[in-house]
């Protein structure tokens, strides 16, 4: 069986440590670049305000991990796994992404 895979934007278009929202099958996912060039994806839907804005969040570093404050309560999500460290009851979906000839996919499914 063959993966599918769509493309949502140049890999341009994210600034690094800056994100990007795409809709994909009917849901928003927050798509993040570092500065080193790793791209995560993540629901862009914040639990704790109950908002779709982890897009607009700042990207960083608490300890090892590599995470996106909310901007609108602080919690922190862990970009690679989408845990939030300030509550371990959350997390929230991570979705396979890839940049292919200057373009940012993320993995359908």
């Given at each position: 069986m063959s993966e599918t895979w769509i493309e949502v934007c140049k890999l341009d278009d994210i600034v690094p440590d800056t994100g990007v929202c795409a809709l994909i099958d009917d849901k928003q996912v927050a798509?993040?670049?570092t500065r080193t060039g790793?791209?995560?994806a993540i629901d862009n839907y914040d639990p704790f305000?109950?908002?779709n804005?982890?897009?607009?969040g700042i990207v960083g570093s608490v300890g090892?991990?590599?995470?996106?404050?909310?901007?609108?309560y602080k919690q922190h999500?862990?970009?690679?796994?989408?845990?939030?460290l300030e509550?371990?009851?959350v997390k929230?979906?991570?979705y396979t992404v890839k940049a292919a000839n200057d373009a940012v996919a993320v993995k359908a499914g």
């Amino acid at each position: 069986m063959s993966e599918t895979w769509i493309e949502v934007c140049k890999l341009d278009d994210i600034v690094p440590d800056t994100g990007v929202c795409a809709l994909i099958d009917d849901k928003q996912v927050a798509l993040f670049r570092t500065r080193t060039g790793e791209l995560f994806a993540i629901d862009n839907y914040d639990p704790f305000s109950k908002a779709n804005v982890l897009s607009r969040g700042i990207v960083g570093s608490v300890g090892d991990k590599l995470v996106v404050a909310s901007p609108i309560y602080k919690q922190h999500f862990c970009l690679a796994t989408g845990e939030c460290l300030e509550d371990e009851n959350v997390k929230l979906n991570v979705y396979t992404v890839k940049a292919a000839n200057d373009a940012v996919a993320v993995k359908a499914g």
